[in-house]
């Protein structure tokens, strides 16, 4: 037994020649937001389709809740909620009766629908035709679907794609409430690392069927801690003065630098270095963002 819900082992999935998804090892703990990162076409929902059986894995594994997907999947699936890519309904029904309909075919009671509309806060316009809601509102009606089940595990394909600001924080909002208020665990993907950010606990970044970064939303940030750059003569002699006032420096392409240093500290080095009879031709204060983290993981040199 472990401790994870999700587990991949070798995951891949080629389509004749060309390799979607290439051996990765996916692992997603109880009662983690796990953030699916990528740029759009790096592998994310083939992944989930391979996830919920939709797709068949060219090689590897894939266990859910400690089962093997390959010999179990009508067991595990009873627990699966998911939204992949667009949202199915009927636009000439009403938000209720379109869950209705799908809690007949579930087996689900009648009580577990108001229950759903309360949690993606469309109380209020469930007699409505669904024709007439607006995008936000039909994404969190197939959240909603997705829920009718009580799944102990939710995946969610781009859920906030199309929406206007107001929808995405709607949907946002609501992701974050789900493991703690009904303890799931749930599987998101994005090709927004802002999205990401603001509800993930762990993340995995993918590209061309690569994954390239597996750790919690914190070690991703600390990619993105402080550093400074120091342009001096005579490195070697710098590097080991600023050593002696217990500043730990490493010389890469003609310059010293100071990782995980505070801004305060950039005048200090500066006095230090001019006091010591260096020559300072050059101090710049380095912090990159999480998209330009997010950007050389993936190593692309233009915003998404």
Same mark, same amino acid.
């Given at each position: 037994?472990?401790?994870?819900?999700?587990?991949?082992?070798?995951? $891949?999935?080629?389509?004749?020649?060309?390799?979607?998804?290439?051996?990765?090892?996916?692992?997603?703990?109880?009662?983690?937001?796990?953030?699916?990162? @990528?740029?759009?076409?790096?592998?994310? $929902?083939?992944?989930?389709?391979?996830?919920?059986?939709?797709?068949?894995?060219?090689? @590897?594994?894939?266990?859910?809740?400690?089962?093997?997907?390959?010999?179990?999947?009508?067991?595990?699936?009873?627990?699966?909620?998911?939204?992949?890519?667009?949202?199915?309904?009927?636009?000439?029904?009403? @938000?209720?009766?379109?869950?209705?309909?799908?809690?007949?075919?579930?087996?689900?009671?009648?009580?577990?629908?108001?229950?759903?509309?309360?949690?993606?806060?469309?109380?209020?316009?469930?007699?409505?035709?669904?024709?007439?809601?607006?995008?936000?509102?039909?994404?969190?009606?197939?959240?909603?679907?997705?829920?009718?089940?009580?799944?102990?595990?939710?995946?969610?394909?781009?859920?906030?794609?199309?929406?206007?600001?107001?929808?995405?924080?709607?949907?946002?909002?609501?992701?974050?409430?789900?493991?703690?208020?009904?303890?799931?665990?749930?599987?998101?993907?994005?090709?927004?690392?802002?999205? /990401?950010?603001?509800?993930?606990?762990?993340?995995?970044?993918?590209?061309?069927?690569?994954?390239?970064?597996?750790?919690?939303?914190?070690?991703?940030?600390?990619?993105?801690?402080?550093?400074?750059? /120091?342009?001096?003569?005579?490195?070697?002699?710098?590097?080991?003065?600023?050593?002696?006032?217990?500043?730990?420096?490493?010389?890469?392409?003609?310059?010293?630098? #100071?990782?995980?240093?505070?801004?305060?500290?950039?005048?200090? /080095?500066?006095?230090?270095?001019?006091?010591?009879?260096?020559?300072?031709?050059?101090?710049?204060?380095?912090?990159?963002?999480?998209?330009?983290?997010?950007?050389? /993981? #993936?190593?692309?040199?233009?915003?998404?």
């Amino acid at each position: 037994m472990t401790n994870y819900v999700v587990e991949t082992e070798q995951l $891949t999935k080629k389509y004749k020649e060309q390799t979607i998804v290439n051996k990765i090892h996916l692992k997603v703990k109880e009662g983690d937001i796990y953030g699916f990162l @990528g740029p759009n076409g790096a592998g994310k $929902t083939t992944t989930i389709r391979m996830l919920l059986g939709l797709a068949t894995p060219t090689s @590897g594994n894939i266990y859910v809740f400690d089962l093997p997907l390959q010999t179990r999947r009508i067991d595990i699936l009873k627990h699966v909620g998911s939204l992949v890519e667009s949202p199915s309904y009927y636009g000439h029904l009403t @938000g209720y009766e379109n869950l209705a309909s799908l809690a007949r075919i579930l087996q689900v009671p009648q009580q577990r629908i108001e229950e759903v509309l309360e949690i993606v806060r469309l109380s209020e316009v469930a007699n409505r035709l669904v024709k007439n809601y607006s995008l936000g509102m039909k994404q969190r009606l197939g959240i909603a679907a997705a829920l009718l089940s009580k799944p102990k595990l939710l995946i969610l394909d781009e859920p906030t794609n199309g929406l206007d600001p107001s929808g995405i924080q709607e949907i946002r909002e609501l992701i974050k409430e789900l493991p703690v208020k009904y303890g799931m665990t749930v599987i998101v993907s994005s090709h927004l690392l802002s999205e /990401i950010d603001q509800m993930a606990t762990q993340v995995g970044i993918i590209n061309k069927g690569q994954l390239l970064f597996q750790d919690s939303i914190e070690m991703l940030r600390k990619k993105s801690e402080p550093s400074l750059k /120091i342009g001096t003569d005579n490195l070697e002699e710098a590097k080991k003065f600023l050593q002696q006032k217990g500043i730990v420096t490493t010389l890469k392409e003609g310059y010293l630098w #100071t990782p995980s240093i505070a801004k305060e500290a950039v005048s200090t /080095i500066n006095y230090e270095l001019i006091s010591a009879g260096y020559d300072v031709f050059e101090l710049t204060y380095y912090k990159p963002s999480l998209e330009q983290i997010f950007l050389e /993981i #993936t190593g692309k040199e233009k915003s998404l």
